[in-house]
């Protein structure tokens, strides 16, 4: 199918990133230092309006979607939501990002649902400052899920961590010791200011090219993108099973290859992760007969989309923290 989601820049948008809740069981020190702090209950998108809104972005050309949270995982309902996504006809990947709690436990149940993709957060490979930055005492418990997660029916399983200026910014070599015979992707994300972070963006940033750099005198070659793929630059080597990937969004062409659109998991349509705010769109939910009116809206939104962010000017646009719009 052809793809219809087209900003006024030309872009295409065959993926969704879908948070279906902003609660986090980790406290990670980038993103939320201090645990979840939720003063009320609120009422997440339901299994049917998820059912109703992927369908329509399945119809305007998406193929690919990433639950994402908070920790997506505590949703109760959170096997029932893979399978219904991945039902749903023109839904080829379903990925979702998690910390990894009781991962080895719960994984095989996610795949047997429909799940194709994995990323699993492992901002270091030393146990006590994983602890330190999570939180939990887990790292071993979070590496035998992976272990486990290789031997199921998985197209891809990324590791993600976030690049931290003399916290794990000298830790390349443990993870080249981990994808040398393992077939994962390892991606780093050069950490970005968000609405609630800015001492510690100056204390932590480093520039990604840290990690470019490293990778080049390496060894590591720069790959070529897949169908689908995002911004991150990737590269293998030929004695490493396993390849690294770069986020770099402080790099001045990182929006042009831009192919994600964001929902929240209260309903509001995000155009760009560090945006000025979302467009509600939950009222056009509720029913399958809503769907050419949810269609057509989704279309004129995206008419909104700007060229790129504006983290370089210390633009965070709306977004208070990671996990309040799924990352």
């Known amino acids: 199918m052809n793809n219809q989601l087209i900003d006024p820049q ?6 969704i990133r879908l948070s279906i809740t902003d609660v986090c069981n980790f406290s990670c020190t980038y993103c939320l230092p201090d645990g979840y702090q939720g003063d009320k ?5 339901t299994v049917s309006e998820i059912k109703n809104l992927m369908t329509a972005f399945a119809e305007l050309g998406v193929f690919k979607v990433r639950l994402t949270g908070g920790e997506p995982s505590i949703r109760k309902d959170f096997v029932e939501i893979i399978r219904t996504v991945k039902n749903i006809p023109g839904i080829q990947q379903i990925a979702t990002t998690t910390n990894g709690y009781k991962l080895k436990q719960r994984i095989q149940a996610w795949v ?3 799940l194709t993709n994995l990323n699993v957060s492992v901002d270091s490979l030393d146990p006590k400052l994983f602890h330190s930055l999570t939180g939990h005492n887990r790292l071993q418990e979070i590496l035998d899920g992976i272990y486990f997660a290789q031997t199921l029916a998985l197209k891809k399983i990324k590791l993600n961590a976030v690049l931290l200026k003399n916290i794990n910014s000298h830790q ?4 080249e010791n981990l994808l040398k015979n393992n077939r994962l992707s390892m991606r780093f994300i050069e950490l970005m200011q968000t609405g609630d972070n800015l001492e510690y963006f100056k204390q932590y940033h480093v520039s990604a090219d840290l990690l470019k750099n490293h990778l080049v005198n390496n060894g590591w070659i720069r790959k070529e ?5 995002g911004p991150a630059i990737e590269y293998y080597h ?15 062409d990182f929006c042009d290859t831009c192919n994600r659109l964001r929902i929240s ?3 509001e ?7 000025e705010g979302g467009f509600s769109i939950r009222h056009l939910l509720k029913a399958d007969s809503q769907k050419e009116a949810l269609k057509e809206t989704l279309c004129r939104l995206l008419g909104n989309k700007r060229k790129q962010h504006f983290l370089h000017d210390g633009n965070t646009g709306f977004i208070p923290n990671l996990a309040s719009v799924g990352g």
């Not at 993108?225 to 793929?229: M, R």
């Not at 030929?238 to 001045?252: C, K, L, N, R, W």
């Not at 349509?269 to 945006?275: D, K, S």
């Open 269 to 275: 349509f995000h155009l760009c992760l560090f945006g």
């Open 238 to 252: 030929e004695d490493y099973q396993g390849t690294f990937g770069v986020i770099a969004p402080y790099d001045s």
């Open 10 to 15: 030309g872009r295409q948008f065959p993926y």
């Open 112 to 114: 047997d649902a429909g």
């Open 225 to 229: 993108k897949e169908p689908g793929a």
């Open 41 to 45: 209950k609120k009422s997440f998108l």
């Open 265 to 267: 998991a209260m309903g």
């Open 172 to 175: 390349f070599h443990e993870y």
